[in-house]
């Protein structure tokens, strides 16, 4: 297992900070890492709900596309096991609100998150993108509207969408099934803009989402990393704060408000 190395001095801290602030487009990314200080087990590795469980079927879209009805009800009846306990009673950490405070603050313009577990959301985030889906919300998969769980009956499964009467089906996106276009979308015109990335809690190495911060790298824009551990995409960060997200980020933002007020008074 990776080894923890020193904590980011304030030097560091400091450093970033100033980066962000130089930053015409600061945008994030953020992955499994920040779920885990709220409390949410990560799939893989040790402790893993897969290494635990066994992982879903590769081809879980077109299983749910052969039978949506069979797929609804397996969903209701698995709402009370391990896997959904932990999202029902988790709530933002410190490292949620201090991202939602740099996009408050102007600073931080968009987000990218590879979490379902609609933390950036519950911290006050508006300007993101759930590239994996929100297990909160339920979408159509022909018109990709959304909707609140509650707002959607499910005594006819499955259930159709109130906009198109397109097949509705959970939101998080399932192995096989293609990141929703608009979601893409949003992700690509961001990072397009972008020339700085705060890349928090993840490795970056899922594709689609590791490729926005490698593609703001290789424009010649910033790659800031906040991780507990080495990761894989340490090496071509321009700054790596090592510490947990929840430490950190909550450092780091009051480094960029300090210096911001500094500049502004």
Not at 59 to 70: E, T
Not at 224 to 246: F, H, K, M, P
Request: glycine share 8%; charged share 25%; net charge neutral.
């Amino acid at each position: 297992m990776a080894q923890a190395t020193e904590k980011a001095s304030d030097q560091q801290i400091l450093a970033a900070a100033r980066a962000i602030l130089g930053a015409r487009y600061a945008i994030a990314l953020t992955g499994a890492g920040m779920s885990v200080e709220s409390g949410i087990p990560p799939f893989r590795g040790p402790g893993g709900l897969w290494t635990k469980y066994g992982e879903p079927p590769m081809n879980g879209y077109q299983i749910f596309l052969s039978d949506p009805k069979k797929a609804w009800e397996d969903r209701i009846r698995r709402q009370d096991d391990e896997l959904w306990r932990p999202l029902k009673i988790a709530k933002p950490n410190p490292g949620h609100q201090a991202l939602a405070r740099l996009e408050e603050i102007g600073v931080l313009r968009y987000l990218i998150t590879q979490n379902v577990d609609d933390l950036h959301r519950q911290a006050g985030h508006n300007a993101l993108a759930e590239i994996h889906g929100n297990w909160k919300l339920i979408r159509c998969i022909d018109c990709n509207a959304r909707f609140r769980s509650e707002e959607i009956s499910l005594d006819t499964l499955p259930p159709s969408c109130p906009k198109c009467e397109g097949v509705l089906k959970s939101d998080t996106v399932s192995f096989g099934e293609p990141i929703p276009t608009d979601v893409l979308n949003h992700c690509m015109e961001h990072a397009a803009r972008a020339d700085l990335v705060i890349v928090a809690g993840t490795s970056a190495t899922v594709y689609p989402a590791a490729g926005f911060a490698i593609e703001v790298k290789q424009r010649g824009g910033i790659l800031v990393e906040a991780n507990l551990y080495e990761s894989e995409i340490t090496q071509i960060c321009d700054i790596s704060l090592r510490g947990a997200t929840g430490e950190i980020l909550p450092r780091l933002t009051a480094a960029v408000w300090e210096l911001r007020k500094a500049k502004l008074s």
